[in-house]
């Protein structure tokens, strides 16, 4: 197999800048308020944008990173604002958490680096640690996103990107028949479609560009 960069190799990367919610998660947490859902798993929780958000919504968090700077950045953020910092390194496949620990599951922009059997151990893990009845929102990539094609296909849908931040990392793109398989153990709430125009300047995506660029994504919300 082609060797890939892992993505804790990079040392910076712009995702460490995104500080506003994705619109499923502010879009979930009413009705998870409702329902009394307490303790979330932010998998692959990046510089905490997701946990700040959920627990100041009354939600007790604990984020999950492969990175040693995602975890440190995520700590001084969560500090800043007076927030606490339940943070574990942990590796997306291997959850460190007993079963059926957590009522709900969050996981943005992150299950997409890794081949497709390695996601699907992830999201196996994701689901013995749900109780029954929980619920799980993720984003990831599909096959509309302008970096699906780019660099060396090492199996079907998975690239090691050639150009950008993330030059030489592994990305996974979901085509919708290949996501609904991922979640078949799932009950499948809410599929849709989330396009997001990159700057020409780079923006979340990288390479200077001529004409605007789409990030496309699949954001999903599940229940076990
Ligand atoms: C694009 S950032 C998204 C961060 C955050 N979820 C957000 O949406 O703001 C991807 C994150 O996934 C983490 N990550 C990448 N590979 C991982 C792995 N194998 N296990 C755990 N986290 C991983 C990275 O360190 C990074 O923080």
């Given at each position: 197999?082609?060797?890939s960069r892992t993505w804790?190799d990079l ?156 030059a030489g990392v ?55």
């Amino acid at each position: 197999m082609t060797a890939s960069r892992t993505w804790h190799d990079l040392q910076v990367h712009p995702c460490f800048d995104w500080t506003e919610p994705d619109a499923g998660v502010v879009a979930a947490v009413p009705h998870w308020r409702a329902e009394g859902r307490r303790l979330v798993y932010d998998l692959g929780c990046g510089a905490g944008r997701h946990m700040a958000y959920l627990e100041a919504h009354g939600f007790q968090v604990c984020g999950t990173d492969v990175s040693p700077k995602a975890l440190r950045t995520c700590a001084e953020r969560l500090a800043q604002v007076g927030l606490p910092a339940w943070l574990v390194r942990a590796d997306m496949a291997a959850a460190p958490f007993h079963d059926k620990q957590f009522d709900v599951a969050v996981s943005t922009n992150v299950l997409n680096h890794g081949l497709r059997g390695l996601l699907q151990q992830t999201l196996d893990e994701v689901r013995r640690v749900l109780r029954p009845g929980g619920e799980c929102y993720l984003t990831v990539l599909n096959t509309w996103d302008w970096r699906c094609g780019d660099g060396q296909e090492v199996e079907a849908g998975s690239f090691v990107l050639a150009a950008g931040p993330e030059a030489g990392v592994l990305h996974h793109f979901f085509a919708e028949d290949d996501l609904r398989d991922w979640v078949r153990a799932f009950e499948l709430l809410e599929l849709s479609r989330e396009q997001t125009p990159i700057s020409p300047a780079g923006g979340a995506a990288g390479p200077a560009h001529e004409s605007p660029v789409m990030r496309d994504a699949w954001a999903v919300l599940l229940r076990k």
